[in-house]
């Protein structure tokens, strides 16, 4: 894909920005990830864009909003603009899907992906977030555009006990607040440690800014009108090098079903509402339990070994829409039929790493391994007990082995393979009526795939460090999109050509500069894919996989200046630019929309230490203009950007914390990033207008 001037220019710009005079401290602790490399190592060895989200960093955003896409959107500009929904679907980093982890167990539905991400934990219960920038393979499937793995808490050192009230409200309303209330124990006593926590939430409406209703999604799912929850407990127990944990989630969101949508109008400029009732059906709602049982070994046979068995059950109900969708339709059941969806997953898996430091007495580290997973997916309509998606099997194993040299030399290398071996297993299947009633043949496809990864950095000086990487990820198409729309007779799911898994290449060149008052750096990526995964709606408003060749690429940027011991400066940017081919003649031609890429933006922060007990962040969040063209270099769909400014203020008072925050702080009037991207008169949503936080927390 070609590089524009506009980027060159910036890409010079912003090189010349990070030569502001600095000094490093040779002292400071740096930052270790362990989503990178699944092994802990300092940042200044990766040689990948990492974006870590720490728990004071994780306070700030969520004084503002309790939605972890939010805080991505605020953190990581690469991620797209949240939809302020359940729904996370068209949510991307860097242009793709990116793969959900919690401490490292998969949380992703790829084979069904029905965009509830974002909504399998209570952030309440959350350490630090750790994002790897851009397609790879190191926690197997599904990491097209990266990995966010959210990591839970551990406990201290002794007893302690916290315990946080939160309410968030807007003035038009009062009744229509959010309230919430969150408790954790943990202890660590001799050889043991424990931690449990309980999380519940309920919401109201949400208002614009014009004080009207934000509309209700009744059917994708809606994060207003609804109640949350979560149980999550932790125990761990060490002995001669060795410990054993286990981990429980579960974690459940539902509507309150007190109101219903009200669609608006594109065309006309008015916004989706909602009014007083009942919907049909059940509530739109998700249900996640995850559990794990981890074994690690500091002294392995000269080695470390760390094995993981998980289990993630997963169900996400979508509500009924108010009017009969076409796709439901059956003569068998009447005219008229209203029927509602649930996407289903059950996910059972082990994960075993071994690390040999010093491999043959040089400076080589070896990190290998083998991933096993079953994933049985299915989507059923749950009013008449009918297979929208028909249960699909999907078996995998993944043996992999990565050489890490980083010795006594500026220059770090890291080198890497996988062999990823999988089956998909199909029984015959009838598709719905809406179809034709197609009958498809089952089968049990086979596919193998080597992935490679190849990266360095070189430290220039203390301060200056340049890196690069080349990475592929592994990943099979929404096969319940693809399978569950078959309108054609005489089809096999051991012919039928969809269902090819999705290779996407990531390259990436990065510089930094890491000093004790300024931090900064600069990414230039591009992601291919020859045969990808476009989502588009069809007129009945039912997403359909596009498979085509897909090519991505863009800038991310970032700086960190602590100008004075009160006061630091954050920067944060991110340009890209996505293109497909729409007539399958091997070159792409058609911008990539708003359910696949995000928008260029600009985040800036402000934050001060007013005194030793009271600090607050001023962030700063705008999103550019963009127009879609398509082959034929026409605009197709237009963005109108915009520009939102939050406020939060930590004050430590009466033996706790009161967190304080303004969302939408100048009351900006705006759609949503996805609504306009996709306009459709049921969700022509407005962004949620200011709206007011405040939380006590108090640790004991």
Known sequence: MSFP???????????????????????????????????????????????VIDQQQLAQQLAVQQDISTVLGNLVPGFSPSRQKMTSAGESLRGRKPLYLIDGIPQSNPLRSGGRDGHTIDPFLLERVEVLHGANAIHGLGAAGGIINLITKKPGDGLEQKLRFDTSFQTEELSEKTLGVNYSLANRFENSDILAAITYRTTGMAYDANGNLIGVDNTQGDTMDADT???????????????????????????????????GDVDADIPSSAEKGTPDGEAAQNKVTTVSLSYSNQDFFDQQLSVQFFRQDFAGTYGAEATPIRTFQDPDYGDDLIDQSQNNSEKTGVKITLV???????????VYGLDLLQDKTWQALIQTGRAWVPPTEYRNYAPYAQLEYAGNTPLSVTAGVRYEKSKLQVD??????????????????????????????????????????????????????????INVPNQSVATFLDLKPILTENTELGLEYTADVLRAQLAY??????????????????????????EVDGIEFSLNWVATSLDTFGIRLATSDGRYDSDQDGSVDSDLGG???APDRINVSWDRAWTDTITTRLQINHLQDRDQKDDSNSIVNQFDGYTTVDLSANIEAFNGVITLGIQNLTNTDYYTYYSQSNPNDKRNFKGMGRSFSASYQLSF
């Open 5 to 51: 001037l506009s980027k060159l220019c910036f890409a010079l710009t912003a090189a010349q920005l990070l030569t502001v005079p600095a000094y490093a401290d040779e002292d400071q602790l740096e930052t270790v990830v362990v989503t990178a490399s699944r092994t802990a190592k300092p940042l200044s060895q990766i040689p990948n864009t990492i974006t």
């Open 229 to 263: 929850f979560d149980g999550f407990i932790k125990a761990g127990y060490e002995w001669n090098k060795q410990r054993v944990e286990v981990m429980f989630n579960r974690y459940q969101i539902e509507g309150k079903n007190d109101w219903i949508s009200v669609a």
């Open 356 to 366: 040999n430091n010093a491999l043959l007495g040089l400076p080589v580290d070896l």
């Open 428 to 485: 015959d299947f009838t598709t719905l009526a809406s179809y034709g009633s197609q009958f498809v043949e089952g089968g049990d496809p086979e596919f193998s795939k080597t992935l490679f990864n190849l990266g360095g950095t070189y430290k220039l000086s203390q301060t200056w460090r340049v890196f690069a990487n080349y990475s592929e990820a592994f990943s099979m198409p929404d096969v319940g999109r693809v399978l569950r729309g």
């Open 525 to 550: 990526y591009t992601s291919d894919s020859d045969f990808g995964q476009r989502l588009q709606r069809d007129e009945d408003g039912i997403y359909s996989v596009k498979r085509e060749q897909t």
């Open 595 to 597: 359910s696949n890429i």
